[in-house]
């Protein structure tokens, strides 16, 4: 066989492989927005399928021997040819899931779904006893898990690479470490600065019907197709770039508060430009029509959701419509006091509530607390401890209870370690990204002040979307922008925006 | 390998190849309900692959193997055991997917994709030559999936037992003729009559909003579970059993029209009661989990739709909440004068807008052109005369288009022939089920009066539902009423219902 005919091949098994793997996000949208509550088990069972059959295709040794054939044969040269690209990342995936033993993973999903159960009950009660033992199983199986896949250095970069393909933990540290310092600082200043926004504004009564009109008016302003694309109501809010003309997007209504559902659309809306501007007519179904890493998908989400919908030229624009739909409770509003209110910035227990300023702190505590539970540094009994004056430290205030503190998220119930630094990695690449946007657009914001969005959805789609895989996040950070990922844009960013609000 | 351990082997694979094709009557719900338009194309390539998966896995020669060892084993001692049914019918389905070749099921969905788009065009023209050469490559390869399936008697015998298994030509043209001689008499009579019921009641405006808030009340009266169900809008009403806990039932609302969504709906939802009624917990992805035909099925919704639907007593305990509903239409409107409004009858062109009394009419001519046609004693291009003077004969009126006549269903385009029997073979077996309903319960229209239909679900469930495929239709009939398949309860329950509404 050429190696030609092997890549033809292993590029038939992919597309047909994600062609099944893509049935299972219709069943994942369904059972978050229409399925009957009876239907969970079963449900269950379908999900289950289906991912044995995809793992079972692709884990075929025939897959291995497909890619070996290419990686020896000129198809690679070009590094960056959409076919090295596929082989490589191809390569990558197939190491993953052929090293880990099936009774580890089988352990994985039943501790998991145990542990789960658990913290449930933990958070619910505000007991970490509860947790404490399923912590320390799912931190043994994690251990397992890194020693299964082989690292360097520490066993957090094996896990790490899970969810941010080829960052390591030297990459992020450093700058992580200088955010951390940046961020506490100009939380400082926030605290004691002379003018404080009136976050009332955003707190009256939003009718939901109408929260609904306006943010399917700016997401399709900002470019989201819904011929072939839907916005739904869920309870956690999520993305899914199902295939090829189907992006489905989830937000979650506060009749009380403007900022969740009209952010969250546009956080969404900004995860469903990247799905769709991804250039799946040509790639579906292999690596060059996938998304790069959870980072980079973040960073599209939080550029629209922040250097977008939370700036002033944006809602000079919007404003006005905004108050045309909801009349009395944005009557006479400024824009000055309206972007005040959206960028209220007030230290708080649970990440998911956070602002654009405490929330990578909330980050990079939880990214500490892992690494150190990683190497054993840390024992799971010392996590409320070593969290909650960490807390202190950061935020300036005591946690209450386990509840509001390391109990809060699902992440480690799930086994999801290695996760959380994708959040703030999202948010960094988003404001690098942003800098040189607006280099190449020097009038971006007298764009959106017109309303006009649709130039930033294209250089998003021009520079990142349509290259699929062929980057890793860190190349194609240095490709888009000359530079490699750099904590300053954002913290310029951040700084320029909250001395303007506070008047510092 | 023991007959039990064979036995075992082969409900596993069942059960999982079910599993998986339940998947894609999820895709095909959201198909009808949610899907972006855009996603089309996509959405058929996911429902290809799964049915290819599917077909794949279940004409495996190691499944035939399997059903061969449980078939020379004591497991079939019992013809009605459950391992007997399930073996029997796994046999027949085995034997009908491993008999036609690959090539002519490729042909066969190649030149019925085509034939459907010629057939839209043809009808929106009202031009039957469009159709014509389509029609006739269809009409050949059903002769020749006749001739693969093999037959005894004439070749529609092969075809009919797709949709109804173990029916024959011979076993319903009897009744059918029966049936056909006493509907003609009975529309004579009604045409003659002194009364006419004034049908404009039920074409007033009625809010699609309440029609909803009502058709689910009904459906919720009927026991259909909304904690394991749905109900939905669609273009093309239809009913999907998931799987366990899940059963999905679909209408459509006019405004101007109460009929359409009411009975469409008290339609689905008896599909839907049949469906959650059959023993899933226990016997999922086995025949004795399926239900038994689509003859079968349609008694189950045509019972609910007509026998209870379109009765005295239902009415007398649903009209009055019909009318705090629907105020202004229905004020004023007397039991008497509203059962005679659903109930009226009108011979008509179109099929699917029948009422109950000409409705068999409609597919007792489709059922001979069919015959015909597969046999060769009529040719393709002598449809629009053969079906036009028959029109004539049966219906009392002139065909004034082919639109209007042979162009206007689906069915013959989509290489569906030999369907057309099972929605009369179901109105068949619904009169006679109800019959003996009413003889188990004599007391049926009192508790309909009382807006129970509760017991009547229940009676249905213990007498049909829970026994799956455990006996085919045929025997099913004989089981529950004693007898076979007869014409006359049909016919009885009519004449009884419409010389009271027309004074005969």
């Not at 405490?358 to 500490?368: A, K, P, Q, V």
């Given at each position: 066989m050429s190696a030609q005919a092997s890549y033809d091949e292993l590029v038939k098994r992919c597309k047909e492989i994600t062609l099944l793997s893509s049935t299972s996000s219709i069943l994942y949208w369904d059972q978050h927005t229409f399925m009957p509550a009876g239907a969970a088990a079963f449900r269950a069972d379908q999900m289950s399928l289906l991912s044995k059959l995809v793992h079972?295709?692709?884990?075929?040794?025939?897959?291995?021997?497909?890619?070996?054939?290419?990686?020896?044969?000129d198809l690679v040269n070009d590094a960056v040819s959409p076919e090295a690209a596929n082989i490589r990342e191809l390569r990558w995936q197939y190491d993953k899931q052929t090293k880990l033993p099936a009774d580890l993973v089988e352990e994985i999903t039943k501790i998991t779904t145990l542990a789960n159960q658990h913290w449930v009950d933990a958070r619910a009660k505000s007991d970490f006893k509860i947790f404490l033992p399923w912590l320390e199983k799912v931190i043994a199986l994690e251990k397992k898990k890194a020693d299964a896949y082989g690292y360097e250095g520490e066993p957090y970069n094996a896990l790490l690479d899970d969810y941010e393909p080829g960052a390591t933990v030297d990459d992020v540290v450093e700058v992580f470490k200088n955010l951390r310092n940046e961020l506490v600082e100009l939380l400082q200043k926030i605290k004691n600065a002379p003018k404080k926004p009136d976050v009332s504004i955003v707190e009256r009564e939003y009718d939901v019907k109408l929260q609904k009109i306006f943010?399917?008016?700016?997401?399709?302003?900002?470019?989201?197709?819904?011929?072939t694309g839907r916005l739904d109501t869920t309870t956690h809010p999520f993305c899914t770039?199902?295939?090829?003309?189907?992006?489905?997007?989830?937000?979650?209504?506060?009749?009380?508060?403007?900022?969740?559902?009209?952010?969250?659309?546009?956080?969404?809306?900004?995860?469903?430009?990247?799905?769709?501007?991804?250039?799946?007519?040509?790639?579906?179904?292999?690596p060059m029509?996938?998304?790069?890493?959870?980072?980079?998908?973040?960073?599209?989400?939080?550029?629209?959701?922040?250097?977008?919908?939370?700036?002033?030229?944006?809602?000079?624009?919007?404003?006005?419509q905004a108050q045309r739909l909801f009349r009395k409770s944005l009557a006479g509003v400024s824009l000055d006091d309206f972007y005040g209110a959206i960028n209220n910035v007030t230290p708080s227990y649970i990440r998911v509530e956070a602002d654009e300023a405490?929330?990578?702190?909330?980050?990079?505590?939880?990214?500490?607390l892992e690494r150190a539970l990683l190497t054993g540094d840390l024992k799971p009994a010392d996590v409320p401890g070593e969290w909650n004056s960490r807390f202190k430290k950061y935020f300036g205030i005591e946690v209450d209870k386990d509840a509001n503190g390391c109990l809060q998220d699902v992440h480690w119930s799930a086994g999801l370690v290695g996760y959380f630094p994708t959040y703030t990695l999202g948010n960094l690449y988003s404001a690098c990204f942003f800098d040189k946007a607006r280099q190449d657009m020097p009038d971006l914001d007298q764009q959106f002040e017109r309303g006009e969005l649709l130039n930033l959805r294209e250089w998003l789609r021009n520079n990142i979307h349509v290259h699929g895989q062929r980057y890793?996040?860190?190349?194609?950070?240095?490709?888009?922008?000359?530079?490699?990922?750099?904590?300053?844009?954002?913290?310029?960013?951040?700084?320029?925006?909250?001395s303007e609000i506070y008047g510092f």
């Open positions: 079972t295709q692709f884990t075929d040794p025939k897959v291995g021997e497909l890619i070996s054939d290419c990686e020896q044969s943010g399917e008016s700016v997401a399709a302003a900002m470019g989201f197709d819904f011929n770039g199902i295939g090829i003309g189907d992006t489905r997007i989830l937000t979650r209504y506060n009749p009380n508060r403007l900022n969740d559902a009209l952010f969250g659309t546009m956080h969404e809306a900004g995860h469903g430009l990247y799905e769709s501007g991804i250039d799946k007519a040509t790639h579906f179904g292999t029509g996938e998304s790069v890493s959870l980072g980079i998908h973040e960073s599209q989400s939080r550029m629209w959701e922040n250097q977008v919908g939370r700036s002033k030229p944006f809602w000079k624009y919007f404003l006005p405490t929330y990578n702190l909330h980050i990079l505590l939880r990214f500490e890793r996040a860190g190349d194609l950070c240095k490709k888009v922008t000359g530079k490699p990922l750099d904590y300053k844009p954002l913290i310029d960013y951040m700084t320029a925006k909250y």
